[in-house]
């Protein structure tokens, strides 16, 4: 069949905070100059906001320079932070450190990013953006010279063995002139380009951490709106990067995460269930207890930097947000980041479409404060290879002497070449959860609103099926099984009594985690219908 073609002057890939900036930049810059433009954005989720999870405490400059009078516009920064701890944990104590500077928050506002995306999203319709929902881009088009020439969406009603159903609809082709790649950390096409192109040949391998949060409705005697706290320590060894953090909204709502990084060692580790031992401490345990949990979900996060920037531009296309991986680690802030690139990449292509020579994204990047930003903090996530306390004091080192300008920079290696075999390792025993302040994996991903089309294809492909037997099960004891944060992946006894792996994708929430982290890259993740994955309504 012949897919329906849509032509535009700017094809989006992405309604996040990254994908959207460059959407309303695009339009204001169209007004600004006279001159029509058009813009489409697709997102995958099932509305703009569905699948976007962060802390989050948002730093506004960027947004202060998009739309000055966001305040009269309704946007929804509603909790000035105003208190800010930092605390060492070990198994029943608590000390509070110096709070870093990075972590200063006078200023900034605890947000639902999905909520602040979902208002982006008005904006940049009310002047003119295609807004496209529950369309996910599955295929990257490109012309006879090579060129990126847009996306097409994923066909619908493909039935698990690859056939069409009586529900079938073929995906349609969104041309442009230019294509903006914002899917996010770890984007299935950012990936396929990257091979393509080259993109990372010349920069560090990204890296990444898992971060999962929950938000709760607490009991009102233990919320204090706009306070922020950030943790070290236990129940991470002092070898695995890691750490936590309780923002209080509004509404008697604290949102509360855990970030492990994916160079961790240990197979036996279990990213959800240290987020779950974490509230059982006695620092932490009196804000949830007697409250109310109201949304689960996970996602992976670039901690990369500044050494791990790829190649930004290719023909045809850009890469902006955490697709490129503008995280700020110390800062634990990728959002105002992530709209500059936005921003910058609209002015890129918006002087390439008017015929300005000249025009570079990666230059102007260089040229504005995400550059100087990102590359006084590139030593301190790496710094965290020695351990937690090393790391703390290269930190302390690199932040008030040298100031981000050490005459040296870290570099990274990949992820998953980090796991340690399961020989080799210490299993780790979890308690059981209490259903009080700690749960269970499927309790959880129930209320994270997952659902797929449980009739189609796999989105989580193995390469090789055998070698989640031959190498992850028999030499890492299966580690897909702990560090989904959704009980995607089981082993279980086949007819013969010999383990298999199970895959349940329907429970998947979009996190990429073993895309990442599998020991040899065997699991590569692709979109599904669009539409599916979770349905976070405040996160």
Known sequence: MTRDTMEYDVVIVGAGPAGLA?????????AEHQKEISVCVLEKGSEVGAHILSGAVIEPRALDELMPDWRERGAPLNTPARNDSFLFLTERRAFRFPTPPQMHNHGNYIVSLG?????????????????????????????????VAGVATGSMGIGRDGKPTENFQEGVELRGKRTLFAEGCRGSLTKALAQRFGLWAEADPQTYGIGIKELWEVKPEQHRAGEVI????WP?????????????LENNQVAVGFVIGLDYENPFLNPFEEFQRFKTHPAIRPTFEGGRRIAYGARALNEGGFQAIPKLSFPGGLVIGCAAGFLNVPKIKGSHTAMKSGMLAAET?????????????RAALEAS?????????????????WGLLPGLAYAALDTYLLRGRAPWTFHHTPDHLHLKKAAVSRPIAYPKPDGKVSFDRLSSVFISNTNHEENQPPHLQLKDPEVAITVNYELYDGPEQRYCPAGVYEFVKSETGKPRLQINAPNCVHCKTCDIKDPTQNINWVVPEGGGGPNYPNM
């Open 22 to 30: 460059a959407a309303i930049r695009l339009k204001q810059l169209a």
């Open 115 to 147: 909520n602040v995306c979902r208002w982006f999203g008005r904006e940049a319709e009310a002047l003119g953006v295609e807004i496209y929902p529950g369309f996910a881009a599955a295929e990257v088009l490109f012309d006879e010279a090579g060129t």
């Open 230 to 233: 950030h943790t070290v320590g």
């Open 236 to 248: 991470m060894d002092r070898k695995t990067y890691g750490g936590s953090f309780l923002y209080h």
């Open 349 to 361: 292509v918006f002087r390439q479409l008017q015929g300005e020579a000249g025009a570079d994204y």
């Open 369 to 385: 404060w995400i550059w100087d930003e990102l590359y006084r903090a590139r030593n301190i996530r790496p710094g965290f290879r």
